[in-house]
């Protein structure tokens, strides 16, 4: 056939022998199947579950095969998060492993005369895939912790959502209760001090009640000193003044929207220290470039993957959504139009924010940022533009593993 001729031609004179395992990924059960170089089949396709008994059961299989001396190679398609626990597991036990992209497969698949389509054949099919490729990307430790950043960047970001919802249930509950207690602090209800002083007393009648001496320690303490004694008998006489409701039900919503929220900012403290971990581990080449922390340039490093993937940085732009959608009708085609927002909507927010803080930090920036401001285009439209020009100095900076160098 012709994938064993083009494989041939491409392997004289680098291996001997290679053995190919294919691996079809499901939620329950994987399939498994091996050939040689030469087309030869060597394993059967065979099922193993998709926990630790399973396997142990492919690796004795691949244990067996590799006796014979010959390097083994292992593909499996990429498939949710299904996969990702084999992988790990096979990339421990020093196996080279390969993430394929579906596409790759599908083509050898429209090549086959039937068509076919089963979990068996499907790993015959990505062995077959392994066996045409020019180069590998064997997946590494550090692709690993790539994996881990983006896990944890995403996890983030749900948080924060929870977290936001939950402080604009938390405003409108106190909005019934004591409506005139956002306008005293000035900050707004969502700092220390507020949220120890209403899982105390939720209430303005609560308030009113409580010891000065009492109420007063409670806000200096929770403020580290920025609220004194005198605000604390301003709050007590507003709370006697004020028209708010006294609802138990409200009371019970406030204490526990706070407490959640609390609970949310410990578990984003947690997440934020295994990033920063993570990063500080690695010390990427991204963390020179200035004004991106551990937490961008851990989601922006962790929605990349492997910089390979994109052979040009307009595909990564792509990636992040953040090229220009195309808008034509007959001779008509816009000269301005908008970005496509199409890509990974994390690494656009992180690319994003990223950009905010290096034109503020590198001049070079600045001066882009200004640029476009002068041509008469919006903040946030001037902030994309400079969000395009670092992803094409990331995909530099990544691709050839040199530090930021426009000062």
Known sequence: RWWISRYQTFMKGRYN???YVGIDIAKLNHFASAISSDGKELMKPFKFTN???GFQMLHSRLEELSRSGDSIIIGLESTAHYGDNLVRYLVACDYSVCVLNPIKTSVMRKDNIRKTKTDKVDTFLIARTLMVQDSYRFVSFYDLDLMDLKQLGRF??????????LKIQLTSYVDQVFPELQYFFKSGLHQKAVYALLKEAPTPQDIASMHMTHL?????????????KEQ?????????????????????QITHSIAQIELLDSQLDSVEAQMAEIMKFHDSVIMTIPGIGYINGGMILGEIGDIHRFSSPNKLLAFAGLDPSVYQSGNYSAKRT???????????????NAAHNVVKNNATFKGYYDKKMAEGRTHYNALGHCAGKLVRVIW????DEVEFNLD
């Open 396 to 399: 530099k900076m990544l691709t």
């Open 51 to 53: 926990d630790g008994d």
């Open 232 to 252: 604390a008998k301003e709050l007590r006489v507003l709370a006697r003044k004020s028209v708010g409701a006294s609802d138990s039900a409200l009371s019970i």
């Open 17 to 19: 022998l290679m053995i």
């Open 338 to 352: 908008r970005m496509s927002k199409r890509g990974s909507r994390v690494l656009r927010y992180a690319l994003m």
């Open 156 to 165: 983030r970001q749900k948080t924060i959502k929870q977290r936001t919802r």
């Open 216 to 228: 007063s320690h409670l806000l200096v303490a929770a403020s580290h000193g920025h609220f004194k």
